[in-house]
């Protein structure tokens, strides 16, 4: 079956601390990836993809993730968290040929200063 | 990316009486809307995929009388809880698709079915 796993459900950090998410996924096929953010009150924004290519993607505000297609993993990365990227993370992968995102179930990031 | 909005953002429903949920692309021509369901905790679920001018393409378990879509235009779809019950409480986002990569979400719409 096609899915999503996030195993950190809530993550806690100071301000500079570095951050990595684990997200691991089971798909059939070629597949696109995508991280999305969701800060307080606010909609999901996309922070960043991979479709093909250098495996390891740059989003904004210093995110980065790595494709690992032997470990079915797509990480996202972060040397030096602040405050502000206090937010809900979710991976999501699709078919490279489909519409349809499957999404983990998010990882809550808290960072205090 | 496109600016999609949702209205309304919360609403709060009796037993037994329809929702309507409106998604907008307010820069976008979108011939592709989505709209998804999130549970508290969980991951967001894809109900629908709204063409428009043509029927949405329901996903599994879905049950397209209960859900009603409606894409009537290029920048409008929107969602009809028929008949909505407590099980249906749950926050539905809807997004736009403006290439063949890329979809932008709308900031969503908590329902509560008292």
Redesign the interface.
């Known amino acids: 079956a096609q899915s999503v796993s996030q195993h950190n459900h809530h993550v806690i950090l100071s301000e500079a601390a570095s951050l990595e998410l684990g997200c691991n996924y089971s798909y059939g096929g070629t597949v696109n990836l995508f991280w999305y953010v969701q800060y307080p009150g606010q909609h999901l924004q996309l922070l960043l993809k991979y479709f093909s290519g250098d495996p390891l993607v740059k989003g904004i505000k210093g995110f980065e993730a790595e494709f690992i297609k032997s470990k079915f993993s797509f990480n996202l990365r972060k040397p030096s968290v602040q405050w502000s990227d206090t937010a809900e993370y979710f991976c999501a992968v699709r078919g490279a040929n489909t519409d349809k995102l499957i999404f983990g179930t998010g990882t809550r990031l808290q960072v205090f200063p | 990316?496109a600016v999609?909005s949702q209205h309304p953002s919360w609403v709060i429903c009796k037993s037994g009486t329809s929702v309507k949920i409106e998604c907008r692309s307010l820069d976008f021509q979108a011939t592709?809307m989505?709209w998804y369901r999130q549970f508290p905790?969980?991951?967001?679920?894809?109900m629908a995929?709204s063409n428009e001018g043509s029927k949405a393409t329901y996903?599994q378990g879905v049950e397209k009388d209960k859900f009603l879509i409606n894409h009537a235009s290029l920048t409008l779809s929107t969602l009809t809880v028929t008949s909505a019950h407590p099980e249906d409480s749950s926050f539905y986002?809807c997004?736009v698709?403006q290439n063949s990569?890329?979809?932008?979400?709308?900031?969503?719409t908590r329902l509560t079915v008292t």
């Open positions: 990316g999609v592709t989505f905790k969980q991951s967001l679920m894809l995929t996903e986002i997004s698709r990569y890329e979809q932008y979400f709308g900031p969503g």
